[in-house]
């Protein structure tokens, strides 16, 4: 299916008043992390309907539409690889992820990455080198970042922990509120299998991690525990 036509057909979708509020809600203002984002205005039940619409755009026509200056026409590229890396053949697959890796620019949201990432990079490193991953980690691009530690989601759904832990180390340290909540929530993920893993960790490095990333790993903690850990009494 030509990207022209799919364009057409998600334009055909919008809805001022639907993008006005997704403008707001992704924080696109000047100095925000969405900044200059543009939206059509479709929800993303919308979208993961029209991917079965389309579920045979071949990957050089989804490779034009991840360069969209729509936000939703972004995620539905997105999208389209997840179904196309879900169904295909290692090699179809190795494609997919070469096509991911190299426009991480336009992975630049974080609904796009959650999105995407487990599935797709998660998925493929799980029986490979994740040496990726810590390059991804220590990467100057925002997105690159929150890409390292979601990917890791892939593993904590199949028992394997470490390198959530390692790239959570990695980016104690990151300046980014984004990346805060995405550790934060990846940490809270282990201890929802392993709860001793994931206070094992805490102990170490609760007291110097930011605020945001330790109340999201601590959210399903009873409340004397989670108070235990906001004042540092653990």
Same mark, same amino acid.
């Given at each position: 299916?030509?990207?022209?036509?799919?364009?057409?057909?998600?334009n055909?979708l919008?809805?001022?008043?639907?993008?006005?509020h997704s403008q707001?809600?992704?924080?696109?203002g000047?100095?925000?992390y969405?900044?200059?984002d543009?939206f059509?205005?479709i929800?993303?039940?919308?979208?993961r309907?029209?991917?079965?619409?389309?579920?045979?755009?071949?990957?050089?026509?989804?490779q034009?539409?991840?360069?969209?200056e729509?936000?939703?026409?972004?995620?539905? $590229?997105? +999208? #389209?690889?997840?179904q196309?890396?879900?169904k295909?053949? %290692?090699?179809?697959?190795e *494609?997919?992820?070469?096509?991911?890796?190299?426009?991480?620019?336009?992975?630049?949201?974080?609904?796009?990455?959650?999105?995407?990432?487990?599935y797709i990079i998660?998925?493929w490193?799980?029986?490979?080198?994740?040496?990726i991953?810590y390059?991804?980690a220590? $990467?100057? +691009? #925002?997105?690159?970042?929150?890409?390292?530690?979601?990917? %890791?989601?892939y593993f904590i *759904?199949?028992?394997q922990?470490?390198?959530t832990l390692?790239?959570?180390t990695?980016l104690?340290?990151?300046s980014e509120?984004?990346?805060?909540k995405?550790?934060g929530?990846?940490?809270r993920e282990?201890?929802n299998?392993?709860?001793e893993?994931e206070e094992?960790?805490?102990?170490?490095?609760?007291k110097?991690?930011?605020?945001?990333?330790?109340?999201?790993?601590?959210e399903?903690f009873?409340?004397e525990?989670?108070?235990?850990y906001?004042?540092?009494?653990i």
């Amino acid at each position: 299916m030509n990207s022209q036509n799919i364009i057409s057909y998600l334009n055909s979708l919008s809805d001022a008043t639907i993008a006005e509020h997704s403008q707001k809600y992704f924080k696109t203002g000047e100095g925000e992390y969405g900044c200059g984002d543009k939206f059509l205005g479709i929800r993303v039940p919308v979208l993961r309907k029209t991917v079965k619409k389309y579920k045979n755009t071949s990957i050089t026509e989804i490779q034009k539409l991840i360069k969209s200056e729509y936000h939703e026409i972004r995620l539905f $590229s997105l +999208l #389209l690889l997840v179904q196309m890396f879900s169904k295909g053949e %290692t090699d179809t697959q190795e *494609k997919v992820v070469n096509l991911y890796l190299k426009n991480t620019k336009y992975i630049n949201n974080w609904d796009l990455v959650d999105s995407s990432a487990p599935y797709i990079i998660g998925a493929w490193l799980f029986h490979r080198d994740r040496a990726i991953l810590y390059e991804l980690a220590r $990467s100057d +691009l #925002l997105w690159d970042r929150r890409i390292a530690i979601m990917s %890791t989601a892939y593993f904590i *759904k199949n028992n394997q922990y470490n390198d959530t832990l390692k790239i959570s180390t990695i980016l104690l340290s990151d300046s980014e509120d984004l990346i805060h909540k995405a550790v934060g929530w990846m940490l809270r993920e282990v201890g929802n299998r392993d709860i001793e893993i994931e206070e094992k960790y805490l102990k170490k490095y609760y007291k110097t991690m930011p605020r945001v990333m330790l109340r999201y790993a601590i959210e399903k903690f009873n409340k004397e525990r989670r108070q235990a850990y906001l004042k540092g009494e653990i």
